[in-house]
């Protein structure tokens, strides 16, 4: 049920964007994803969770990241409370293959 937004693919380096807001619970959504991540080979090796963020207010907002075979994942869900109106979670997907970390450090 999720919609997507935004698809960003940078030809030169793989390093992939993509943005989803979808009507469900947070927690369901990491559950989702920590779910189907391990199921194709990524392994979380961080997570951060906050209450608010600056500029938003309180809410739910979750970072997973994961490494995998070829490369790094990020996957960030964010609702928050009261956002003018606005009553769905955003979700961001980032993916920077292991030929695109290597060029940045």
């Not at 469900?24 to 779910?35: G, T």
């Not at 869900?77 to 293959?97: E, K, Q, W």
């Amino acid at each position: 049920g999720a919609i997507r937004n935004l698809y960003k693919q940078d030809k030169s380096t793989g390093t992939t964007t993509v943005s989803y807001s979808v009507d469900a619970d947070p927690d369901e959504i990491v559950n989702f994803y920590q779910r189907k991540m391990a199921d194709n080979g990524w392994q979380l090796s961080k997570n951060i969770n906050l209450t608010q963020l600056p500029g938003i207010g309180n809410g739910t907002f979750k970072t997973l990241f994961f490494k995998g075979a070829r490369g790094r994942c990020q996957v960030s869900i964010n609702r928050a409370d009261d956002f003018y109106g606005i009553d769905a979670t955003a979700v961001l997907l980032n993916y920077m293959p292991d030929s695109a970390t290597g060029r940045m450090r």
